[in-house]
RNA sequence: UGGGGCGUGGCCAAGUGGUAAGGCAGCGGACUUUGAAUCCGCGAUCGCAGGUUCGAAUCCUGCCGCCCCAGCCA
């Protein structure tokens, strides 16, 4: 059976916390978390997490909390958790009162440590950070046991208190697990819990100056929390054992830790250092650059949160490394945006079209549908005169075959207006640029519907002269040009892959009137072109649009495959 | 060469012994006052090789390939 449009279709992690529904392991529970580290902004590889976790929950009835793993203050900022809250809310999804800090924690697990401490599991170690790593051995020899690893559990009781009270220096002590120095998996020999950062902490300032690790706090953080199903990503499978180790030798509640496939996506990059990069060496303008596929970028150059919604779960969830065609991004934009942008009418690149048979003066205004996808969003009026503009690319002096928009003798449909025919063209004389273009219309083809039936398949959208506003209009593409920006010659690095036409800006863009209302952030299809949405830069009498994505251009595709064939 | 994972059409991804869902992309065609949208049609024997079985993508064995782990990062 297939669950089609049914519903979100199975995977491993539905499949194991329906099995631990069944057997009643949690009591029917689900209860998960998103736990990002409030480091850097979110991209649209945590949107996945983040709509797996908070799905998860939702479709089982149970909770996701939100908490910041904060437990390395040299990383971390206020600034970081406040764009994730607001990067979590935007794309719809509610923690509820439950805002959780690993650093909330921090005097529970230190009692903790103790207690592990006590149950001899635990040691201050005395070797540096260089020593520390030549003992941990290598992926195929085993590590060697630390000098200090058979401490009295007093003198470590002793020595970590005194770590808490600052009586050490930074880097040199820390507290460690004890568990096997020859362990294949390289994560449990004797892996470091505690360490002394004199940093001041964006929540606890400076009351502490040991700060646990991630392996140490994040399993006792889900155990505090209840949480049933623990979902991260598979680089970390190698510490489920800690993971299991630490919350097994201390008998507290234990989760389950689960792990899946982070996203990929083509033309982009998704790494943390190489979105930074982007930043810092000015390729874009900024961690909200319209180009970046970080949340507050996307959001900027207009995606919607049920887009994205939409994509994490077409994306699916599995266990192997994939990179998804950002083609399949797109798509499920302009799905949910063809439903719900209003259509308008804009040029890009405007060419004057004078109707010399249309009365000097005239102004007709004419109903035109704001979205044929849903006749509740209405109509508005759209005013027609002499003198439009039209797009550039819709003329070809010399047309290509199948060519059904504006040639010298061919008749074309004024959206909404009138069909017009081109009669004669005006050049710069030095130059020979086409600066206007001559028509003709038919008055019997009001409306765009000829009476006597005759075809004229070509429909193009246009604007008043006297009526248009000006805009900025900015054209973004795919920021790399190969699928794989990693894949570059010797010696290389990604940035060779940038794609140099990635924004394009155009100004003196001539739009519809009905345009004066539109406000920062508000979408709209400009009709045959894409859709586009107010980017903040506007102001009043200054209108900046960002192209979203651009519509399917199947024209493109034939001229393409003319020009292969033709030569 | 240690350990942990993964390998289903171009890209994702269902499938858990009964004879390969779905989506994206691509290619045809229909319709069309957006060359948009919509609608119809077209593609895989499941990394490879053996084996078990009436029957295997699903079980076993052996290969091959890719990813992760040697931070006092997460």
Request: net charge negative.
């Amino acid at each position: 059976m297939t669950r089609g449009d049914f519903g979100p279709s199975s995977n491993f992690i539905r499949d194991i916390i329906e099995e631990d529904l069944r057997t009643g392991r949690y009591g029917g529970r689900v209860h998960t978390r998103f736990p990002p580290e409030p480091n850097g902004y979110l991209h649209i590889g945590h949107a996945k997490s983040i709509c797996l976790n908070f799905g998860l929950a939702a479709d089982y009835g149970g909770q996701c909390n939100l908490r910041f793993d904060d437990t390395n203050p040299t990383k971390e900022e206020v600034e970081y958790v406040e764009s994730i809250k607001e990067d979590v809310r935007w794309l719809g999804f509610d923690w509820g009162d439950r805002e959780f800090y690993a650093s909330d924690y921090f005097e529970q697990l230190y009692q903790y440590a103790v207690q592990l401490i006590k149950a001899g599991k635990a040691y201050v170690c005395d070797l540096s950070a260089d020593e520390i790593r030549e003992y941990r051995g290598t992926l195929t020899e085993p590590g060697k046991e630390s000098p200090y690893r058979d401490r009295s559990i007093e003198e470590n009781l002793d020595l970590f208190e005194r770590m808490r009270a600052g009586e050490f220096e930074e880097g040199s002590r820390v507290l460690r697990a004890k568990i096997d120095m020859a362990s294949p998996n390289v994560v449990m020999r004797d892996p470091v819990m505690y360490r002394i950062i004199r940093a001041t902490h964006h929540r606890t300032g400076d009351k502490w100056c040991i700060y646990p690790m991630y392996d140490f706090a994040h399993c006792l953080s889900d155990s505090i929390e209840g949480i049933t199903h623990s979902i991260c990503t598979l680089e970390f499978e190698n510490n489920r054992a800690l993971y299991d180790w630490f919350l097994d030798r201390l008998g507290v509640y234990h989760p389950q830790q689960i792990e899946f496939a982070r996203l990929n996506l083509s033309h982009t990059v998704l790494s943390k250092r190489k979105l930074r990069r982007l930043v810092e060496e000015g390729y874009v303008d900024g961690w909200d650059d319209p180009r970046m596929p970080t949340i507050a970028g996307i959001r900027r150059r207009g995606y919607t949160p049920e887009a994205i919604r939409d994509f994490c779960e077409r994306i699916g969830v599995a266990k192997a490394n994939s990179i998804v065609d950002i083609a399949l991004l797109e798509h499920c934009l302009r799905d949910d945006l063809n439903k719900r942008a209003p259509r308008v009418m804009a040029v890009l690149r405007p060419l004057r079209l004078v109707i010399d048979n249309y009365p000097e003066g005239q102004v007709e205004w004419f109903d035109a549908v704001n979205n044929p996808e849903d006749p509740g969003m209405g109509t508005r009026k759209l005013p027609f005169s002499r003198v439009l503009y039209v797009e550039r690319e819709d003329f070809r002096e010399d047309p290509p075959r199948k060519w059904f928009r504006l040639a010298p003798g061919r008749e074309v449909r004024l959206k909404h207006a009138y069909l017009v025919t081109c009669m004669r063209v005006v050049k710069d004389e030095r130059t020979g640029e086409v600066v206007e273009l001559h028509c003709t219309y038919d008055p019997a083809t009001r409306g765009g519907e000829a009476p006597d039936g005759r075809k004229v398949r070509g429909a193009l959208h246009w604007v008043s002269a006297a009526h248009a506003l000006d805009a900025e209009v900015r054209l973004y593409d795919r920021l790399f040009v190969k699928a794989d920006p990693e894949d570059v010659p010797e010696g290389q690095d990604f940035t060779v892959n940038l794609n140099p036409n990635s924004l394009e800006v155009l100004t003196g863009c001539k739009v519809e009137p009905s345009l004066a209302e539109a406000r920062p952030g508000d979408r709209y299809q400009f009709l045959r072109l894409g859709y586009f949405c107010v980017d903040p830069d506007s102001a009043d009498g200054r209108l900046v649009f960002n192209r979203t994505v651009g519509l399917r251009d199947t024209w493109a595709k034939i001229e393409r495959s003319l020009e292969k064939k033709g030569g």
